[in-house]
């Protein structure tokens, strides 16, 4: 349970429609306590006469045992080894995710548990189930991870691969373990909508790979369809709205309208399904800024959205369902938005927070944005779309086939271009960029000047303004430290997300924004860019934020960062002004992949292999290195949630009064 000022601050984030939505759930909920066990629930009509013998669509063309043979490129050798390693693990219940590497589920399989902190999660009614009690119930996220079921389309993907029966046979094993272990309305794996879709999705992907096979007929079939319904039914009347309503109705939506369009066998989900496509084109344009970013302000978050959107495209082309082309084209444009984060080489620019979320297994990892591109070559026909994938991906055979391969390597591949510094004023994100795309000697800068997050909880922001990142030399050196925890680990949830834990400066302790819970905040600070001024060198932006207006005596924080990429050098300058004397800090976070050689008259000497970089800080300050401490919690980055390594932070402090500036200089 959350505490009594946790409540009071989240109603006053609420509109009173949504308060009042949300009594009508409480509502419901204790309606629904006592009716579920008397079996109230309504009943699917499914048609079994044999005239419905088709899926509405098919996820993929690549016919049983296509790679049996071995006659196949290299490459698909390569990905059908790693696909058979995963696929035998999961056989013997073994799964990897978050912090877990082949990890037991047990036998039969534990659908309630939380494999990490070895949690039982309690089997009551679900909406009674306090999904944030890690002690009750373990980390609801290592709850559901499993349950999303994204291990039985890579079950389906071995069996279309090699046909071999033994896999197709353990994803009906496990589906019918799965509806043996949760009964509907009861446990943690029936406590959020969003969890449900995902599912859903899953399950249309890894029967639809198994289902020419035969596999999926009989009792089975009638079980798992009466499964769907009441999965479908209970996501649509618990559709996410108001101040919450992110990601999480777009994933809902989704959910219900690809498994609505496939399960041809159920009935009477018309209407279903055009709230479904009404929700999806509304909230896909209302959720993106017209830079192709997603409002969240979260690229794990972009990324999660992307999926969902195109997978339901996807869908809707094949069951004679389309979007619009407006649809499409905000799909474009978030594609487009990504792959210029990828120019500078190395891994994708995050910022915001990132749990590893995603929609489908179908080849790559969770975060590979690459993967992404190359669906959007196919799709787009765009020139600039393969240059960004590099190369033909596994997801886009799984999902186009050899056609897919063929259309791809039809579109022209441009020539290397020198990088080009971008804005995406909407988004507040500001790129300087220097050097020429697949060489070690570009730069790239991503500058922070926009708002904290979406809607009037901004969940998932950080406490971020005016933070930067940089590469060099094709490789993150300056990078934002990431998420880790959202639920077992308050104090690491807290400092991820803090002002502390981003490249930027911290006044007197304090965070740029108020923290009011773990995806809450109060007053925030706003965000504007005053100068931007891009050059073939790679340019100037200056940014204003005003989060420490709020302190007694008042602090205005404006920086400049200035890349000259043909001298090798960055120019940060930080002007705060107030009227009294406040400590300041300024903290650099470096990739895990560097080391620190040595500080000396304040200039920090970073080495990885053969490259170097040097980091002075203004004589005025105090120089400071951590790696891994936990006392003060610095010195970490985390590439996946639950997951954290040792890396080193750079923290600069001192006192200033009035006007004050300080200045920056990195060179390589």
């Known amino acids: 349970m959350q505490s009594l000022s946790w409540y009071y601050r989240r109603l006053q984030s609420m509109s009173p429609g949504e308060i009042a939505w949300r009594l009508r759930c409480e509502l419901r909920d204790v309606t629904d306590r006592v009716r579920f066990p008397l079996g109230i629930v309504p009943s699917p009509e499914i048609d079994f006469s044999g005239n419905v013998d088709m899926p509405g669509f098919r996820v ?4 049983a045992a296509d790679w049996r043979d071995g006659n196949f490129s290299d490459k698909k050798a390569q990905w059908l080894e790693q696909l058979l390693i995963r696929a035998d693990q999961i056989l013997e219940n073994k799964l990897t995710y978050f912090d877990l590497e082949s990890k037991w589920h047990g036998e039969p399989f534990n659908w309630n548990c939380d494999h990490s902190a070895g949690k039982q999660a309690a089997l009551l009614y679900a909406p009674g189930v306090d999904y944030r009690d890690f002690e009750k119930n373990g980390d609801c996220k290592l709850v559901w991870e499993p349950n999303r079921c994204h291990h039985l389309v890579v079950l389906g993907r071995a069996y279309r691969a090699t046909g071999k029966t033994h896999y197709a046979e353990a994803v009906v094993k496990l589906i019918e373990s799965w509806l043996k272990s949760n009964p509907f309305g009861k446990g943690m794996n029936w406590r959020s909508p969003m969890e449900l879709s995902i599912r859903m999705i899953n399950w249309v992907w890894a029967i639809d790979l198994i289902r020419d096979g035969g596999f999926f007929a009989g009792s089975f079939k009638r079980r798992v369809l009466e499964s769907v319904f009441l999965h479908l039914w209970e996501v649509r009347r618990k559709f996410s709205q108001g101040s919450s309503a992110n990601n999480h109705v777009i994933g809902e939506a989704a959910g219900v309208f690809i498994a609505g369009v496939y399960f041809s066998e159920i009935k009477g989900l018309d209407k279903w399904l055009t709230e479904c496509m009404e929700i999806l084109e ?223 400066v911290e006044i007197d302790h304090q965070d740029q924004s108020v923290m009011l819970g773990p995806f809450m905040w109060g007053e925030r600070a706003q965000c504007e860019c005053l100068d931007w001024q891009p050059s073939a060198a790679g340019g100037m932006v200056v940014g204003r934020h005003d989060g420490y207006r709020r302190l007694d005596d008042p602090v205005e924080h404006t920086r400049t960062i200035q890349l000259d990429g043909a001298k090798r050098n960055i120019l940060i300058v930080d002007k705060l002004r107030a009227k009294l004397s406040h400590e300041v800090a300024l903290s650099f976070h470096l990739s895990e992949e560097w080391c620190l050689d040595k500080i000396e008259d304040n200039e920090c000497v970073f080495s990885s292999g053969a490259e170097m970089v040097f980091l002075r800080i203004d004589e005025r300050l105090a120089v400071t290195s951590f790696s891994g401490s936990n006392n003060p919690i610095a010195g970490w980055v985390s590439r996946a949630y639950h997951k954290k390594t040792p890396s080193v932070t750079i923290m600069a402090t001192g006192i200033f009064t009035g006007k004050q500036k300080f200045i920056t200089r990195i060179r390589w």
């Open 60 to 63: 993929s063309d690549i016919s």
């Open 282 to 504: 509304r909230e896909i344009r209302e959720q993106t800024f017209s830079d192709g970013c997603n409002k969240e302000l979260a690229l794990g978050y972009h990324l999660f959205v992307l999926q969902f959107a195109l997978f339901s495209g996807i869908a809707g082309e094949r069951s004679g369902r389309p979007f619009s082309g407006e649809y499409w084209s905000v799909i474009e444009k978030q594609l487009q938005f990504l792959g210029y984060l990828t120019e500078g080489g190395g891994r994708l620019i995050l910022y915001g927070d990132c749990d590893d979320g995603y929609v489908l297994n179908l080849g790559s990892r969770p975060d590979d944005p690459f993967a992404l591109l190359c669906i959007g070559a196919v799709l787009f026909e765009r020139s600039d779309f393969k240059k960004w994938a590099i190369d033909f991906k596994e997801p886009a055979w799984w999902l186009f086939g050899n056609a897919g391969k063929d259309k791809f390597d039809a579109i022209p591949k441009g020539e290397k271009e020198c990088l080009q510094s971008k804005d995406f004023p909407e988004a507040g994100l500001y790129l300087l960029q220097y050097g020429t795309q697949e060489s070690r000697d570009s730069a790239s800068v991503l500058f922070d000047c926009g708002q904290l997050g979406y809607k009037s909880i901004a969940a998932h922001g950080h406490a971020d303004a005016l933070s930067f990142t940089l590469k060099l030399f094709e490789q993150d050196v300056f990078v934002d430290p990431g998420t880790y925890d959202y639920f077992s680990f308050p104090e690491w949830r807290e400092y991820f997300r803090s002002t502390r834990a981003h490249n930027t």
